[in-house]
């Protein structure tokens, strides 16, 4: 009945997930694509772009350190948090467990901050229904031959690891279409490039500039609708 209808679709409390002044960016791609590459590329060119540091519980690789790459926790840390609901949202990868903290977001793009999120499709589809406003950008390798080369060449992964990688990277492919936008990487400053103009394109959008030069709207009598 409608009711019972009404109760389905019946919104949150309006809250920070529609109002937030800072933007959240979450870009996901198959391993090797230069997701890692591109968004310290961006962070280096942009101080205003923030990264957050997930939770794995994976292990740590060769020159990976606790608290900078990831906090690296066991499986039982991960419950506890999964169960504290501390997560915004965690995923399954490639074996392991990924999540991203409340905290280490809606902190930050509460008071403005644009917050950049690395993480999986799956992930990136949970922030999405969290952040309507969320922008998804989705990084695509020129290839799957320079996919696998790029694994190979990072040297970071055993060959059944990088085999598994190669065979999730189709599925993870497939997802593109769900995201806003996508930037091919095969030419690096060229991918550099366009996530920075999707970065750039978020604060021309009406709210943020309003909130950004407020002293030209207000110069110009452009008052605030209510
Ligand atoms: P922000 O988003 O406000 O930090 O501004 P950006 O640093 O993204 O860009 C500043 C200006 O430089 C804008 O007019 C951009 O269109 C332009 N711009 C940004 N990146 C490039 C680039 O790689 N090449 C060129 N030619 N222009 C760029
Ligand atoms: P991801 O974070 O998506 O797993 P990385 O950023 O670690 O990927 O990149 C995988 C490997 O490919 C790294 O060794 C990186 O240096 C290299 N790489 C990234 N972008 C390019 C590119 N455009 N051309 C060639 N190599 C690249
Ligand atoms: P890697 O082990 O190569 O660092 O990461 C493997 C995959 O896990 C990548 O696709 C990466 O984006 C994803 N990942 C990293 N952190 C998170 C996270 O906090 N949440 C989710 N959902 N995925 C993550």
Redesign the pocket.
């Known amino acids: 009945d409608s009711l019972s209808h009404q109760a389905a679709v019946a919104q949150p409390e309006p809250s920070l997930q529609d109002h937030y002044p800072g933007s959240l960016f979450v870009v996901a791609a198959p391993s090797g694509a230069g997701k890692s590459s591109l968004v310290k590329a961006l962070l280096e ?2 101080t ?1 772009v923030h990264p957050t540091v997930s939770h794995t519980t994976r292990g740590p690789r060769g020159q990976e350190k606790h608290g900078r790459e990831y906090f690296f926790i066991s499986s039982d840390e991960f419950d506890a948090m999964v169960a504290n609901d501390a997560f915004i949202e965690w995923a399954n990868v490639h074996g392991n467990r990924y999540g991203t903290a409340k905290k280490a977001v809606e902190d930050r793009i509460a008071q403005g901050a644009d917050v950049v999120l690395e993480i999986d499709f799956q992930g990136a589809m949970q922030v999405k229904k969290i952040f309507a406003n969320a922008v998804l950008i989705f990084i695509l390798p020129p290839s799957l031959e320079e996919l696998r080369a790029r694994l190979e060449r990072r040297g970071e992964d055993k060959l059944d690891v990088i085999d598994l990688r190669m065979r999730n990277a189709c599925i993870e492919m497939a997802q593109a279409e769900n995201f806003d936008y996508v930037i091919i990487n095969e030419v690096f400053e060229r991918a550099v ?1 366009d996530l ?2 999707v ?2 394109s978020q ?1 021309l959008r009406y709210p943020a500039q309003q909130r950004a030069r407020a002293d030209v709207f207000n110069a110009l009598g452009i008052v605030a609708k209510g």
């Open positions: 060119l942009d205003r490039f920075k103009s970065v750039h604060r």
